[in-house]
């Protein structure tokens, strides 16, 4: 059973900076593609980013291209989400998400849940401004 585990959530000031991490365990093989989602209160759930098995393929919502930055350390199992230029429209819950055997190439458009399998409980992010 794959399990995955968010940290580096916290408290920042608009324009600052956080790193998620999400720590992947219960794989059999290195064959996942992995996202990144976040939900406000109130609002529905958002795909943020994905990458793709190799790491060399990312896709980002508009709202956040060009601050943040996907990517992963297969080594270790890790999935890393880098936020700069922070926003206090990016406070939510942060969540990260892995689909087994994973073909770029056959997900939908967009970074969208339904393309996933997998998911960890989450890990806070509040921007003040």
């Known amino acids: ?3 995955l585990v968010e940290s580096g959530g916290g408290s920042v000031q608009a324009g600052g900076s956080l790193r998620l991490s999400c720590a ?3 794989y059999t093989s290195n064959n ?3 996202g990144w989602f976040r939900q406000a209160p ?3 759930r958002e ?3 994905r990458i793709s098995i190799s790491g060399v393929g990312t896709a980002y919502a508009d709202s956040v291209k060009g601050r943040f930055t996907i990517s992963k350390d297969s080594a270790k199992s890790t999935l890393y ?3 700069n230029s922070l926003k206090p429209e990016d406070t939510a819950w942060y969540y990260c998400a892995a689909r087994q055997n994973c073909d770029w190439y056959r997900l939908r458009q967009g970074i969208d849940g339904a393309d996933f399998d997998y998911w960890g409980q989450g890990t806070q992010v509040t921007v003040s401004s």
């Open 1 to 3: 059973q794959v399990q």
């Open 81 to 83: 989400l880098q936020m």
């Open 47 to 49: 795909g943020v980013a």
């Open 24 to 26: 992947a365990s219960g």
């Open 32 to 34: 996942y593609c992995m």
């Open 42 to 44: 109130g609002k529905e």
